[in-house]
């Protein structure tokens, strides 16, 4: 059973950076599985903000963080563990910020419901 643990929330001014952690257990694949970031302001949908296949570490980001925002992942030992460091934050980053796993098909989705595996999510706040 895969399990995702994340880390690194907070609150930071704008211009500032964070780095966020997600500590994945049980998963069994080497190939063609997904990792990534989404995240949800109140009101607003759930947007994917960054994903990778995990054999390729190849990261994909959203318009709206690409150049601020880097996707990594350490495959080191039994676990997978994701980051997203987060460069240069706008008020518009505000949201929980959830990590999410699962099978390849055709690619990593963007959509949530391409994935079988969340965390609890970790609050990020940028204020102005």
């Known amino acids: 059973q895969v399990q995702l643990v994340e880390s690194g929330g907070g609150s930071v001014q704008a211009g500032g950076s964070l780095k966020l952690s997600c500590a994945a257990s049980?998963?069994?694949?080497?190939?063609?599985?997904?990792m990534g970031w989404f995240r949800q302001a109140p009101g607003a949908e759930r947007e994917v903000v960054a994903r990778l296949e995990i054999s390729s570490g190849r990261p994909i980001y959203a318009a709206s963080v690409q150049g601020r925002f880097t996707l990594s992942l350490d495959n080191a030992g039994a676990k997978h563990t994701l980051y997203l460091q987060m460069d240069s934050l706008k008020p518009e980053d505000t949201a929980m910020y959830y990590c999410?796993?699962?099978?390849?098909?055709?690619?990593?989705?963007?959509?949530?419901?391409?994935?079988?595996?969340w965390g609890q999510g970790t609050q990020v706040t940028v204020s102005s």
């Open positions: 999410a796993a699962g099978p390849w098909r055709a690619g990593c989705s963007t959509l949530g419901t391409g994935y079988n595996n």
């Open positions: 049980g998963v069994t694949y080497r190939y063609y599985y997904c």
